[in-house]
């Protein structure tokens, strides 16, 4: 039997915008959406669940993350309920039961915490610069392998354990009894998905941001690969070299595309932006353009003159690899991801 609870409405509320008492539940958000289907109902399900505080049935469910917010259903609503961002709420709510440290729940609810986690950061880069008397080769070399040993550390020990929770809330604990060789069979709807988020052609009108964030997902894995494993700044490789500037440039292109979209506020997606959601998209146009410019004054001998621009870099790097993407939105690119798998799974139980 779920355990209902009377409070979820005013917790939820802490992570996004939502009027329980605007909607009634006409249903019209999910006759509107175009990837609601009969086997996988929603938004109108999510509402209901979340209304009455159910909140083990929402812990079960992959629906959230079946939502691609294209704001059809937002748009539509004749009560201006936004049940898109309701959505949007749930996915950051799952991310903080799904997170053992319970750091992400802080970090969401709690601008003052958020600014307070950067500033520390901040603050252990320039300690750490000042303790090596500002010797860039030094940081540099530092910072290089601090790249590799954050993205080890961060998926080994905070994310790979929330998938395992997120997949005992999904098919553990519902007992959903899934053939051990459908977990290898499946792999491949892992992996589409990661790198296409392919289920978004499936939202009406939403062709371009498809094609936005396939752009911005291969040149941000690019050039973490580029950055991390062929040491881009170190690099004289001319291949090297030009493949970083390229994609350090699709990055910042396509981010700015969305900090505008949020500055307007043009589009439903738009309209209810959470600090989350503008630290993920600012961090990371700030990568693309730190990491361009770094380079720059690489290859044009001045960055030892400039070695601001290095510590500058490190910062936003830092700040990304130990706040950002372990506890922020940067997470639902990965439990998405994994939603589409687990998805796959019980239809093969």
């Not at 553990?172 to 892992?190: D, Q």
Request: net charge positive.
């Amino acid at each position: 039997m779920a355990t209902i609870n009377p409070e979820f409405g005013k917790e939820l509320k802490k992570y996004g915008a939502f009027d329980y008492n605007a909607c009634y539940n006409c249903g019209t958000c999910t006759a509107i959406c175009s990837l609601s289907t009969e086997t996988d109902s929603f938004p109108r399900e999510m509402v209901r669940l979340s209304t009455i505080g159910n909140e083990d049935d929402i812990k079960a469910s992959l629906k959230p993350w079946l939502c691609y917010y294209c704001g059809e259903c937002s748009s539509n609503c004749p009560r201006q309920a936004s049940p898109g961002e309701l959505m949007m709420s749930l996915r950051r709510w799952l991310t903080s039961v799904y997170d053992w440290t319970g750091l992400s729940g802080l970090l969401y609810k709690s601008l003052p915490l958020s600014i307070l986690a950067f500033l520390l950061t901040a603050a252990a880069v320039i300690g750490f610069s000042i303790r090596e008397n500002f010797d860039l080769e030094r940081i540099m070399h530092v910072g290089h392998y601090f790249e590799m040993i954050a993205i080890g550390s961060v998926f080994t020990v905070i994310l790979l354990p929330n998938i395992i929770r997120m997949w005992w809330f999904v098919i553990g604990k519902p007992k959903i009894k899934v053939p051990a060789k459908s977990y290898f069979k499946a792999l491949g709807e892992l992996f589409v998905h990661m790198f296409t988020q392919k289920r978004a052609l499936g939202c009406d009108n939403n062709q371009f941001r498809w094609f936005e964030h396939f752009i911005l997902v291969i040149g941000y894995l690019t050039l973490l690969f580029t950055t991390v494993f062929l040491d881009w700044f170190s690099s004289s490789n001319l291949f090297i070299i030009i493949l970083g500037y390229i994609e350090s440039i699709i990055v910042f292109g396509v981010t700015i595309d969305f900090v505008s979209s949020r500055i307007k506020k043009s589009k439903e997606v738009s309209k209810h932006s959470q600090p989350s959601d503008w630290f993920f998209v600012i961090w990371l146009l700030l990568m693309g353009l730190t990491a361009f410019i770094v380079r720059l004054f690489i290859d044009l001998n001045i960055l030892e003159q400039n070695s601001w621009m290095y510590l500058f870099h490190l910062i936003i790097l830092a700040q990304w690899a130990v706040i950002i993407v372990p506890f922020g939105k940067w997470t639902h690119f990965l439990y998405r991801s994994f939603a589409m798998y687990m998805a796959k799974l019980k239809i093969q139980s």
